[in-house]
């Protein structure tokens, strides 16, 4: 009885697709303004955490953002980017952090916000 119940309800939604749509809340009430064109220092400057002490170096030596967003983390051992920051008390993993936010940037996940840029 209860499968039945569903495969009608499954039926129902996918018949006309305009009653699945409109059942979502829009969970946001403004729009997220995200940088159109998006270098290294905004990059760094969109995680924030300290990484963007590291941005001179790294437009110096690497050039661009894709380079960036494939490198490993033995290349920026290499250029100096420290694996955890030891004057803070939380001890923030420089590194790792641009690691993770390159990958979540080539997955499409992680974007710098607009607002957050100083300039």
């Given at each position: 009885?209860?499968?039945?119940?569903?495969?009608?309800?499954?039926?129902?939604?996918?018949?006309?697709?305009?009653?699945?749509?409109?059942?979502?809340?829009?969970?946001?009430?403004?729009?997220?303004?995200?940088?159109?064109?998006?270098?290294?220092?905004e990059f760094?400057?969109?995680?924030?955490?300290?990484?963007?002490?590291?941005?001179?170096?790294?437009?110096?030596?690497?050039?661009?953002?894709n380079k960036?967003?494939?490198?490993?983390?033995?290349?920026?051992?290499?250029?100096?980017?420290?694996?955890?920051?030891?004057?803070?008390?939380?001890?923030?993993?420089?590194?790792?952090?641009?690691?993770?936010?390159?990958?979540?940037?080539?997955?499409?996940?992680?974007?710098?916000?607009?607002?957050?840029?100083?300039?």
């Amino acid at each position: 009885m209860a499968r039945r119940q569903i495969l009608l309800l499954n039926s129902q939604l996918l018949s006309n697709p305009l009653n699945c749509a409109s059942g979502f809340a829009n969970f946001s009430s403004k729009s997220v303004r995200y940088m159109v064109k998006v270098g290294i220092s905004e990059f760094l400057n969109g995680v924030g955490k300290g990484v963007e002490k590291h941005v001179e170096k790294l437009e110096s030596e690497i050039g661009d953002l894709n380079k960036l967003l494939v490198s490993r983390t033995i290349k920026l051992k290499r250029l100096g980017i420290p694996c955890q920051d030891v004057r803070t008390i939380c001890g923030v993993k420089k590194r790792k952090l641009i690691l993770n936010f390159a990958h979540k940037y080539r997955l499409g996940l992680w974007r710098p916000r607009a607002d957050l840029l100083k300039s």
